[in-house]
C-alpha cells in the first residue's frame, strides 16, 4: 500500500480511523455549508416578516429577489455542500479507509463554491428574479443558468469520488463484508443524486443556451417535467441523506444497533427504485399528461417511497427503544422514552427530525401528491408548508443535530454553551412547528406562494381574506423569527466551538 | 435481551407509529371531504 | 451499530413485530393508490385530461371572439362576459391580468378554456380553493360546474414577474 499512515489519525472517542486529507475537504465543506445557511438564514427573516401581513417588511421586488436567494442559498448550497461532506465521512472514515482522490475533492469544492457564488451575485444583481423553479419562458441572466451548472459539476465530482473512494477501500481490504447501513444509506443518497444531476443537466443546458439566445424556444410543459426531475429528486437525496443520518445518530447517542438489516437496506433500495415518483407529482393539475400517466406515476400503484419511509420511520425510533431498553428502562410502554437523554442535542435533534418530517412534511407530502387533492393544494403555501416540514425541520434538523458529534469528532473542539446547545434543538423546532403550521393552515385557504400582496392592494379589486389566514399567517411570521434565532443560536455554537472551544485529543 | 409486550421488541414504537398512522388516515380522508365541497371539474 | 459493517449474514428473517408494520403500512399504500382511480370513476372532482396545443396569437383571436359575442358590460376596465351554460368559455391570462369576468350560472357546466399569452400563471379560485396551471402554448379544458353561487376571486398563484401580485380576475356564479 502507497499510502503512509502518517495521512491517518485515530479518533480518540470512537476508534474510528481519520483520513486527514479527506478531513480537511470535511471541514471545509460543513464549515461552507454553515455559511451558506447563515446567508440563507438571513433571507429567511426577511422574507418571513414579509409574509407577515401585519408587518409586511420588503418591497416587492426585494421580496421576490430575496426568495429566489433563499431558495438557492438552502436548498441547493447549505444542504449539498454538507451533504458532500458527510459523503466523505461515510466513504472513509466508516470504512477505516482514505479519499481516493483529495485532489479532485477540491476541485470539487471550487466549482460548487464558484457556481453559487455566482448565481447568488447573478440574484443579489437583480438579473435572476425566476424563483427556485427558474420556469420558462421567464428568463434569466446566462449567467445563472452558468451558476447553476458549476454548482452541479462539482457536486457530480465529489458523489464520484464516494463511489471511487468505496471501490478503493473494497480492493485495500480496509473493511470487509457489506457496507455499513449508514454509508449503504448515502450510496442510495449518491445513486439518486447522479440520476438529479442528469435531470439537470437535460434541463439545464438547452436552458442556458436559450438565455444566450442560441436556442428559439423551450417548451413550457417540458420545462416542467424535467425540471421536477432535478429539482424534487434532490430532495430525495436529502431524504436518504436525512435517513442515514438518523442511523448514524441512533448509533452516537444511544448507542443503538438496527433491528434488522435487512428491512432498513430494502427500504432503501425502495427509494432508488421509486423516487421519481415525487417528480411527476408536481404536475398533477397541468394540462398536458392523462390522468392515468399521472396516477401511475405518482404512485406505481402502492406507493413504495411511501412505505420506505414508513418502514425507516418506524425502524429508526425502533432501534432508539431497544438500545434503551437494554440500559434497564423497561418499565411499561414508554419509560425509554422519558428516560431518553433528551439534553443531548444530538439526541434530541434526532427525535424532533423523526416527529416533524413524519407529521409535517410526510402526511401533507402525501395529501398534495395526490392526483384529486393537488386541485385544492398546488402553489399554495400548504406546499411550502410541506417541504419546510421535509427538508428544514426534517433534513436540517437531523444535519444539526448530527454537527453535535462532527465538531468533537472531526473538529475536535469541544461543545461551547453546552446549556445554550441544549435548548437550540427545541427552540428551532418550535420556530418551525409555527412557521410550517401557519403555511399549512393559511394554505388551506387558498393563500398562495410566493406571493407579495395577498390583499391586492394595489389592483381595482381589493381582497379579504377569511380571519383564519391572518391568524395562521402570523403563526408563519412569529415562527420564522422564533426558527431563526433558533438557527442563529446552531451557527453561533458552531463557529464559536471552531474558533474558541477547548481542544481535544 | 429485555422483554417487551407480547413478545415485542419495541412496544413503545409500534403504539406511537399507530398513533401516527390514525392521525394520518384521519386528516388524508378529511381533505377527500373538503375536495367533494368544491366546484365539480373534469 | 449503523456505523460498522454488519455481520456477515445479515439477511434474516423479520421479526414479528416490524413484519406487521410492514404489513399494516402496505395496506394502507394500497389505500392510497386506490383512491385516486375510485375518485375517477364516482368523484366530482378530477382534474381535466384535455389539452391542446395552441400558440398565443390564436388563443387570443378565439377568446376575443368569445368576448365580443357574449360581452354584457364592463367593470373596472375588464369585459364582463354572460355566456349560455355549456358553451365553451375562454380565460385569458397574461402579465400581468385575467379577462374577461365571466357571470355563470349555478349547476350548469361549462368548458372552461384556460392559456397564457407569456408566461406561466396559475389560476386559484379564492374562496373555493381550486387551482390549475397556466402555460404559454397549451389550451386546458377543464369542464366546470358550479356549485354555489357567489362572487369568486381569480388570483394568480405560479409566480410571474414582479406584477404578479397585481393579477387579479372576477368570476360571478349567480342562481
Known sequence: MAVGELDFRTCPVTGLKIHRPAERLIKINAVTAVVFLLVGGIVALLIALTRWPAVHLLPAVYYYRLLTLHGIAMLVAWIIFFEIAAVYFCCTALLNSRLAAPKLGWLAYFLMLIGAAIVAITILAGKADVMFTSYVPLKASPWYYFGVILFAVGALIGISLFFASVVKAKNEGT??????????????????????????????????????????????????????????????????????????????????????????????????????????????????????????????????????????????????????????????????????????????????????????????????????????????????????????????????????????????????????????????????????????????????????????????????????????????????????????????IAVGSLLWGKKTG | MAEGKGGFEAPGTFVLAIVFLIFFILFYFLNWKWLAGIWHVG | MAISTPERVWWKPVDREEKLWITIALIWALILFFMMPYWHAVGKQNPSQETYRVTPQEYQKRANEFIQKYQVGTEKGIPVVEPPPGSDIYIIARMWSWSPILKLKKGKSYRLHISSLDLQHGFSVYPINMNFMVLPGYDYVLTITPTQEGEYTIICNEYCGLGHHLMIGKIFVES
Not at chain 1, 442510495?188 to 440520476?195: F, K, N
Not at chain 1, 431498553?325 to 439534553?343: I, M, N, Q, S, V
Not at chain 1, 443531548?344 to 407530502?365: K, N, Q, R
Request: with cysteine.
Open chain 1, 175 to 492: 473493511y470487509t463484508g457489506s457496507l455499513p447501513l449508514v454509508s449503504f444509506g448515502v450510496a442510495i443518497a449518491c445513486i439518486i443524486a447522479v440520476l438529479t444531476l442528469a435531470h439537470g443537466a437535460i434541463i439545464y443546458i438547452p436552458t442556458f443556451l436559450w438565455s444566450l439566445g442560441l436556442i428559439q424556444n423551450i417548451d413550457a410543459a417540458m420545462y416542467r417535467i424535467i425540471f421536477w426531475g432535478f429539482g424534487h429528486s434532490s430532495q430525495q437525496i436529502n431524504v436518504a441523506a436525512m435517513i442515514s443520518i438518523w442511523y448514524l445518530l441512533s448509533t452516537l447517542t444511544v448507542g443503538g444497533k438496527p433491528l434488522n438489516q435487512k428491512v432498513c437496506r430494502t427500504a432503501f433500495i425502495l427509494y432508488a427504485l421509486f423516487i421519481n415518483i415525487a417528480s411527476a407529482h408536481h404536475i398533477l393539475v397541468d394540462p398536458g399528461p392523462s390522468a392515468a400517466w399521472k396516477v401511475w406515476n405518482t404512485s406505481y400503484a402502492m406507493y413504495l417511497a411511501v412505505l420506505a419511509s414508513l418502514i425507516h420511520a418506524f425502524a429508526v425510533p425502533a432501534t432508539v427503544e431497544v438500545a434503551l431498553r437494554k440500559k434497564g428502562y423497561t418499565k411499561g410502554l414508554f419509560e425509554w422514552l422519558k428516560k431518553a437523554p433528551w439534553g443531548d442535542p444530538g439526541f434530541s435533534s434526532l427525535a424532533i427530525s423523526i416527529l416533524l418530517f413524519g407529521v409535517m412534511g410526510g402526511i401533507t407530502g402525501v395529501i398534495q401528491g395526490t392526483e384529486q387533492l393537488n386541485i385544492r393544494n398546488h402553489n399554495t403555501l400548504n406546499i411550502v408548508g410541506h417541504f419546510h416540514g421535509t427538508v428544514v425541520a426534517g433534513t436540517t434538523v437531523a444535519f444539526m443535530g448530527l454537527t453535535y458529534y462532527v465538531i468533537p469528532l472531526i473538529f475536535q473542539r469541544e461543545i461551547i454553551s453546552k446549556g445554550l446547545a441544549k435548548l437550540q434543538p427545541y427552540i428551532y423546532g418550535i420556530g418551525l412547528v409555527l412557521l410550517s403550521g401557519g403555511m399549512i393552515l393559511a394554505g388551506m385557504f387558498g393563500v398562495p406562494r410566493r406571493h407579495w400582496d395577498i390583499t391586492f392592494a394595489a389592483t381595482q379589486f381589493p381582497m379579504s381574506w377569511d380571519p383564519t389566514v391572518s391568524f395562521a399567517l402570523g403563526l408563519l411570521g412569529l415562527g420564522g423569527v422564533i426558527a431563526v434565532i433558533g438557527g442563529a443560536i446552531f451557527i453561533y
